[in-house]
C-alpha cells in the first residue's frame, strides 16, 4: 500500500521568512566587517602599531569562521534530526545576543588586552550562529519550493543576506561620518546595540513558521536519521569535498567587503570611508536585483553555466577593481564594485543555496550544506588575513591579493564542473546515485511527491 502524498509546500511563505531573518541575521555579521576595517584597530588593539592593530582586527573577523565549521557539526546534527525551523530560531536568537553584548564590550583603554579576548569571544559565537543559518534557511526553501523553480526560491536567504550588508552598510555610513573622537568613543557602538531590535523582530518571524512537508513526512515515517553525520560521511564525502572546495568562492566577498576597504581607505590610496561603504552598499542592492534573475536562469539552463560564469568572471574581475582603487578614481571604483559585486559575483551567489542543496539528500541535507559551506566559509574568512600579509607594510601589494583571490575562484569552478547537473532532479530523487540505488517506482514517485 503507497503512502499518502506529502502536502504541498508553501514556498512564498518560506522564501520570505527566510529572506527576513538572513537579511536580520547577516546585518549583525556584516557590522563587524565594517567595524574591523574601520574602527577596531584603534579601539580594542594597541594604536601605538597600527599595522599589527589592522592585522590583527582582520584575524578576529576570521575567527567567527573558523568557529562556523564547529557549530555546522553540532547544529546540521540537530537541524537534522530536529527539524530546520528550530534551528532558524535559535540560531539567530544567538547572533542578536552576540552581536548586542559587542556594542556593551570595554575598549583596550579602558581594560587592555582583556578587551580583545572578549571581543574574540563574541566573534565565535556570531561565527556559531551564522553556521547554521544559511544551511538551515536554505533546506527549509529548498523542501518547500516547486521541483522547477527550486533555484529561484532558495536564492531568496542569499538576497537575504545581501540585504543584510545593505542595512549594515546604510547604518554604518553615518556612524562612519562621525568626528574622530565620537566615533572611536561611543558612536561605532550603535550597530551594534541596534541588534537587540535584530533578535526580537527574527524570534517574531520565525517562531511562526512551519516545518518542511517533506521532513514531517520523513519524521512520521521514523526516516529521520539517527546519525546524519555517519550517514553523510558514508554516502555522500566526494559531494561534502566538492562544497567545501566550491564554497572558497566566497573569499571574493571578504576580500571585497573588508580587505579592499581598509586598503581604498589606507594613508598609500586615501579613498573617503564614507564613499567607499556606498560602494559596498549600491553593489550589494545591485545584487538584489540580479540574485533572482540568476537564480531563475539556472531553473532554465542548469545551476553549472551561471555558477561557472559567476567564479570564472570573479577571477577577472577581482584585478579590475582593485586596479580601479589603485587608481583613487571614484568613477572607476563604483563602476567596477558595482558591476564585479553586484553582477558578476551574484552568478555564483544567488545559485549557490540550491546547487549544494541538491547534492544531499533530505536524510543529510542540512548537516551537507552546513559543514561543506562552513568549512569553506572558514578559508574565505581567514583570506583576509593572508590577504592583510601578502599586502605587507607597504599597503600597496594589490596584485599578490589578486592572485590570491582568483586562485580560489579557479579552485571552485574546478570543483562544480567536476560535479553533475541536479536542476532537473525531482526533489525526491536528490542525493541518490543513479548506479546504485534503483530507480523509484511510480507510487514511491506520487508518494514522494
Known sequence: MSQPAIPQGKPKKAAIAAWIGSALEYYDFFIYGSAAALVFPKVFFNPDDPATATLTSMATFGVAYAARPVGALFLGHFGDRL?????????????????????????????????????????????????????????MTLEHAPEDRRGYYTSFTLNGTQAGQILATVVFIPVAALPDHQLYTWGWRIPFLLSFVVAVVGYVIRRKLEETPVFERAAANDEVAKLPLIDLLVHHWADVLRVIAAATIATVSTIFSVWALSYATSDGVGLDKTAMLWVNGLANAVALLAIPLWATLSDRIGRKPVFLFGTLGCGVMIFVYLWAISTGSYALVFTTGILFFGVVYSAANGIWPSLYGEM???????????????????????????????????????????????????????????????????????????????????????AAT
Open 83 to 139: 527539524g530546520r525551523r528550530r534551528i532558524m530560531v535559535a540560531t539567530l536568537v544567538l547572533m542578536g545576543v552576540s552581536t548586542f553584548l559587542i556594542g556593551c564590550l570595554p575598549t583596550y583603554a579602558q581594560v587592555g588586552t582583556a578587551a580583545p579576548v572578549l571581543l574574540v569571544l563574541m566573534r565565535v559565537l556570531q561565527g556559531l550562529s551564522a553556521a547554521g543559518e544559511q544551511a538551515s534557511a536554505n533546506s
Open 360 to 446: 544531499f539528500s533530505t536524510r543529510v541535507r542540512l548537516s551537507g550544506m552546513a559543514i561543506g559551506t562552513q568549512i569553506g566559509f572558514a578559508i574565505a574568512g581567514f583570506a583576509v588575513t593572508f590577504a592583510a600579509e601578502i599586502d605587507g607594510k607597504s599597503g600597496q601589494n594589490w596584485i599578490g591579493v589578486a592572485v590570491f583571490t582568483a586562485a580560489f575562484c579557479v579552485l571552485s569552478s574546478i570543483a562544480i564542473a567536476t560535479g553533475r547537473e541536479t536542476h532537473k532532479v525531482p526533489t525526491a530523487q536528490l542525493g541518490e546515485r543513479p548506479d546504485t540505488t534503483p530507480a523509484p517506482t511510480p507510487a514511491a514517485r506520487s
